[in-house]
Structures are given as structure tokens and as C-alpha cells.
């Protein structure tokens, strides 16, 4: 996708659209005209200090984590080459003409779809972007990615099968299946995640089959994935091939057991270690990229959250005030948001850089050592504050 180019048709468009998107509450039209064009002429990346010389980012590898050097993210879509990848049970090669996916339980009728009548249904296309659970400082928050989707309504699939009143959540089955070890025996069991029955409504949710306008690519999940827009990437279930209905809560191991978040928190004023599924995303920002043109330097980062619109992201040198970045025009709800920061004056040392994000309901990104005491290492969205050396 060509993003350096204005001309470009589908530019215009995203341009257009992202203008009446009130998920930018702040000062769009201060910057009309703001692009994030590869370097520029003239233009240089200057390497952070905090990034150990033994961190690599390899590239896609077969049944490989891939994460992003995230200090080359500058444009709004991650090709789906680049855009991270995250799998537990393997890379299950589905085959398109015998696809099946089933519509089961608790339903007033069990409903089978081939990958042909899925795509001849009406489709919706929307940009999202989302990260692992696991995303964190690490990797450099580079489990992470923004694409456009289209597939069809989850909802309307779900509304055409029925569910019966007695129906309460719906679990979605990958095709990729796992040994595990639970009770003292190895059992078989398929990469699942469930949803609420309201939360799976949401009309925002799609069965998607192309990403950035191609036919979804076999690791993410081809033919046919999930989308929950504003969630963190474990409930996109990849390889989708069984949607059930059932009365009871689905207690697999992504529900249960991993991707569970253990925190102190307050519950009704007594003070809990409290553990939870990984759901929505947390309001969050990190820088990622500086880049150098003569003595003026550009700072950029990204912006994701559960799609509450953003009222501000602000970015603290050293110890002076928070500044004011400004957010991407193509950025929309559910994707991730660039942000940029001009920063004048820089002088020649060693400086810290952080961000943080505010959203409409007044919401802001704390430091790490504001947060409740995690012990695991999900959901990280604390500050992150980085560290650059600007030469003489
Ligand atoms: N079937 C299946 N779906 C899956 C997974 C998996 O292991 N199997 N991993 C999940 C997790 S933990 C993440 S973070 C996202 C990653 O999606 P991506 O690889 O397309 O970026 O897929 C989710 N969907
Ligand atoms: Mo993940």
C-alpha cells in the first residue's frame, strides 16, 4: 500500500474519511497536509541508546513469532509481511475448497458456510489494528500491527442461526490443534476463544478474509479468521472453523489458564489479588521512531486502546512539560494511531523521550510504578520511557 504518495486515489480516500471521524476529538485540522512519508530527504533515523546491540528482529519464519522493529514503523498500514504474528499450536494449512465453517449449539439452526458463500455475502471492510496481550518494553511493543480487513458481519451470521434464549456465550474454534498436558494426561485440544453473547453482537465484529487486499495470508489465519475490533489479538482466532453455542463459560486454556492477567486490585474496598481474562485493549501509547532532518528531530509513536476516541497524546523530554504530539489523519477507531512530535532545540547528550495518552473520558496512561501491582506480564500499557543520544 502507498502511502508516501498524496496522489495515490486510495490515500485520498482513507484522507477524506478519517476527516469526519470523531474518534480524533483534537485539532485535526491543524494538519491537513500531514503525512508519514518514509525518510525524507536529508532525513536520518536516530538509533535509541536503550536498544541492546544483541536485539534482532529475524524475519517470518514457519511457525515463528514475528514481531516488527518498530523503529521502522512510519506509515499507517504494516504490510502483512511485516505485521507481527503470534501462534500457539502451529501454522494449520486449511485448504480453501474443502473449507467448512460450522454454526453450532444452542441455535435455532445449525448453519454450514464454503469459503464461496461466505465471500458472496455482503462484506464489510474496516482498518484495525491490534497487539499480543504479551506485546511489551522486550520486544519493543513490536507484537503489533494495523491492516485493512474485509470479511463479513459476525453478527449477522450469528442473528441468522438464532440463538436460543438459554444460548450465553459462543466459543470460536481454530483449526489448529495442540497437546496438553492437564490432569496427568496429554489430551488434544483446538486453539479457542469465547465471547459473551453481547460481546460477540457487537456489530464492529467480522469474519475476515482479506487482509490489505489480499486473500488473508496463510499465518494469520487463511481462509478465514476473527476480528473483535478494540480487543487484544488472542481473541482474533485465526483458522476459524467452528462457531458453538453454549449455556455454560468456555474454560479452555486462553480463557482460563494463559493470557490471564493476576493483579492487586481494590474489589468493594478490600484489596485482592485478582485474576482475569485478557479482553479489551488498555488506553496506551510508546514512542518507537526519531528521526533527524539538520538540527530539527522528529519523534513518532503509536496509540492503541479499545476505540473510546482519544482527547490527546503528549510527549516529556527529560524532565521538561508534556507537549502535545499530533495524532494521524488516517487513523480511525479501531486502528492503531500514529502520532508525531516535533522536537525543537534538541541538545547534544543523552535524553529521555516518553509519551502517554489521554482519551475522552479523561483517562490517562500512568508510569509503570502508578499501576496496580501485576505479577504477570500481560497487558503491559504503563509509560515507556526511552532513551536517545543526540550526537554534537
Ligand atoms: N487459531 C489460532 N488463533 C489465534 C492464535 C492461535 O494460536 N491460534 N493466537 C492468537 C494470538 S495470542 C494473537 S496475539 C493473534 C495474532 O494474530 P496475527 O498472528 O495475525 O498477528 O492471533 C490469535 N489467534
Ligand atoms: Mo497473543
Known sequence: MNSENPENPERRKLLKSAVGTSALALGVSAFPSWLMPALAQGEVE????????TFRVLPVRPGSTHYQDTSKIDSHYTSNDDFYLVQHYGQPEVDNASYQLRVTGLVDRPLTFSLDQLRARQTIEKDVGFECGGNGARLFHGLVGNASWRGVSLRDILMEAGIKPEGKEIVFFGADIGEEELRGRTVETAFARSLSVEDALNE???????????????????PVRLLIPGWYGVANVKWLTQIH????R?????????YVTLKREEVGGQERWVENSVTKM??????VRVTKSGADHKVTGFILNDGTPIRSVEVKIDNGPWQQAMIDPAASQFTWKLFQFD?????PGEHSIVSRVTDINGNVQLPQDQLPERASYWE???QFP?????GA
Open 204 to 222: 464492529n465484529n467480522m469474519l475476515a478474509f482479506e487482509m490489505n487486499g489480499e486473500p488473508l495470508p496463510h499465518f494469520h489465519g487463511k
Open 380 to 382: 503491559e500499557f504503563g
Open 386 to 390: 526511552r532513551t536517545i543520544n543526540i
Open 46 to 53: 536516530v538509533p535509541f541508546s536503550d536498544v541492546p546491540d
Open 245 to 248: 453455542v453454549q449455556d455454560t
Open 250 to 258: 468456555y474454560m479452555g486454556r486462553f480463557m482460563g489458564r494463559d
Open 282 to 287: 488498555n488506553l496506551k501509547s510508546v514512542v
Open 343 to 347: 522536537w525543537k532545540d534538541a541538545q
